[in-house]
């Protein structure tokens, strides 16, 4: 059985519980759902990390063949003008410059040149099959252990559920107070293994984009989560309306307004403000607060999967990562500007 509720059990469960036939086989059922449960999840988030290494690693590799394949093609049309300018005996006088051009030679670097392209074009080819197939593993791997995970879970809630309807005259108030412990740490497996899976397949679902008018919808989202009446949500009359996925789009603003609002509850006059503006190609939008701030040493790892700043019972370490790939998805980028008790603000970019 799990060791955090072996022991809740025998602690705080009255001792003649443990002698009826009932409890033996709620025992029995907790152990089973519980068994290798850890194991599982160790190993589901030790997979989304190593996967997410591996996306941001072939990124960077297809950043640079992307750059060099430019740098050849630019070298290839300064060599086409060349040609253009030197083939045209009509135009232009032939000179003693002119006349040590050797157009075989031009030929044979065009040649080399556009044999080096192919061959890069194909590694490319090839290493985007790789890491969709790895990809595509990776999330058929997440749904089997979720359901895995999910399954025990409601197993145990709904028999923890049971046992209070029938002997909640029975119970102490310690031992109600533990029951609602064990729930606590269901909803939290709960949440973080629905966050898991968002993760791995948030970008890999049909998109269905609409035209979203971005100053109602944040005014929208406001009001389905829950915000402390000493903060305070403000947005700019200017925000944009955007070509996007609404869902993407809801995850990417709940989970860094639910961040704010975390790292502002300490602040008896907590701001939160949501501003964009409008560049050449992509949209530049800004959630700030006034709250706590991070500090410099914690920022590089802070879109990282499961990095948490601080040891909160609530708090999974799966949304600032799964906000990053939302925004990597639509070709842009974020970073943040922070100091230590001084607030942050999240900047993100999307393209138009």
Request: glycine share 4%.
């Amino acid at each position: 059985m799990h060791k955090l509720l072996a022991r809740q059990i025998r602690k705080y469960f009255p001792a003649d519980f443990a002698q009826q036939d009932m409890f033996g086989a709620f025992f029995e059922a907790v152990s089973k759902s519980y068994k290798d449960n850890d194991a599982k999840l160790e190993i589901l988030q030790r997979s989304t990390v190593i996967s997410s290494q591996e996306l941001s690693d072939a990124n960077d590799i297809l950043r640079e063949r992307a750059a060099s394949q430019k740098k050849i093609i630019e070298s290839l049309e300064r060599s086409i003008a060349s040609l253009d300018v030197h083939s045209d005996s009509k135009a232009v006088e032939i000179t003693e410059d002119r006349k040590s051009f050797d157009p075989l030679a031009l030929a044979k670097k065009l040649e080399e040149q556009s044999s080096e392209i192919n061959r890069m074009s194909s590694e490319k080819d090839l290493l985007l099959k790789n890491l969709e197939e790895r990809n595509e593993a990776l999330n058929d791997y997440a749904h089997m252990v979720s359901h895995d995970l999910k399954s025990p879970m409601r197993n145990i809630n709904f028999l923890i559920g049971c046992i209070k309807d029938d002997e909640i005259d029975n119970f102490s108030i310690e031992t109600l107070d533990n029951c609602k412990l064990i729930s606590e740490n269901l909803q939290k497996m709960d949440a973080l293994v629905d966050g898991i899976l968002k993760h791995a397949t948030v970008t890999r679902a049909a998109e269905n984009r609409v035209q979203v008018d971005v100053n109602n919808f944040v005014a929208e989202l406001v009001k389905t989560i829950y915000v402390p009446d000493h903060i305070k949500i403000k947005s700019d009359d200017a925000l944009p309306t955007i070509f996007v996925d609404r869902y993407k789009l809801e995850l990417l603003f709940k989970n860094l307004l639910i961040n704010a609002i975390t790292a502002t509850e300490g602040n008896s006059d907590g701001e939160i403000c949501i501003s964009a503006k409008e560049e050449s190609e992509f949209w530049q939008f800004s959630v700030a607060d006034n709250g706590k701030g991070i500090a410099k040493q914690y920022q590089e790892d802070i879109f990282k999967m499961f990095v948490k700043l601080e040891d909160d019972f609530k708090a999974t370490g799966v949304g600032l990562a799964l906000v990053k790939k939302i925004v990597n998805s639509y070709g842009g980028q974020i970073w943040l500007k922070s100091c230590e008790g001084e607030g942050a603000t999240f900047f993100f970019t999307i393209k138009k």
